[in-house]
């Protein structure tokens, strides 16, 4: 497969989707925001393997970040991204922040309860920001499938539960986490965190599994973690922490 085309301009890249090089076509799609790691390439290989064509998409969206310090401290390795991508993917979309949102964001799509728990209660408004980029990015690509990973659970459920309730077409597929050798969950963050910091985050999903949650916040306590929460939700255990002012998020099955 030759290098993947970039489209930078949405109108640039409706025309393509509608034209000859996509008819007939099945579509694999993966939504990112770069920083692409082994993780991303499974979802990538696994999209090449079930459909004819595989778009990636590749933007730090904006509405999803609660705290601008985050936003601004985020990955961005395109150059990196495209070469990960070569030879899994057909098409990179990289929308700037003005085209995604004409509307300056007064249009979103907001869950009223699940979305509002754990991650959300953490993060105000960081669901409403991931779905609705989702479901722009959803109209735009026009996927018979889309992969997510599992690691992001919560944004996987609500993805979900949007695309049922908007009778959205084309299929969203669950991949399992991707780990490094010592258990941690590969995360675009992970390249944030000092070495020592690093070895040490091994401990969190080990610590994940601990007894009950109250237990396993409190064997993450003791080691060293800031424990934003840990919470059980149809039997997986979902944890948020924090280490040298790192945020990072796992579940495992219970
Ligand atoms: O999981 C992510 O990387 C993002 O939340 C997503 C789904 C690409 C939306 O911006």
Not at 96 to 109: I, K, L, N, Q, S
Request: glycine share 8%.
């Amino acid at each position: 497969m030759s290098a993947p085309r970039l489209h930078e301009s949405i109108a640039a890249w409706r025309a393509e989707r509608a034209g000859p090089r996509f008819a007939g076509c099945t579509v694999g799609f993966v939504p990112t925001m770069g920083a692409l790691h082994a993780g991303h390439r499974a979802l990538l290989e696994r999209a090449r393997a079930e459909n004819d064509r595989v778009v990636l998409s590749v933007f730090v969206n904006p509405t999803q970040f609660n705290d601008p310090t985050d936003l601004e401290k985020y990955p961005r390795t395109l150059a990196e991204d495209v070469a990960l991508a070569r030879g899994l993917v057909t098409d990179v979309i990289v929308p700037t922040a003005e085209e995604m949102y004409p509307d300056g964001y007064r249009y979103r799509v907001s869950e009223g309860e699940f979305s509002r728990e754990l991650e959300g209660a953490h993060r105000p408004g960081h669901f409403d920001g991931v779905l609705t980029v989702v479901l722009k990015l959803l109209q735009l690509v026009q996927p018979t499938r889309s992969y997510f990973g599992e690691k992001d659970w919560q944004q996987l459920a609500l993805v979900r539960g949007m695309a049922t309730a908007f009778f959205l077409p084309g299929e969203i597929v669950a991949c399992p986490t991707v780990r490094d050798a010592d258990g941690l969950a590969l995360s675009s963050r992970n390249r944030r965190l000092a070495p020592a910091d690093r070895a040490r985050a091994a401990a969190f999903p080990k610590l994940l599994r601990a007894g009950t949650p109250e237990a396993a916040a409190q064997a993450l306590r003791g080691a060293g973690f800031e424990v934003d929460y840990v919470a059980e939700r149809d039997g997986v255990r979902l944890g948020a922490v924090r280490i040298g002012g790192v945020r990072l998020i796992d579940n495992v099955r219970v």
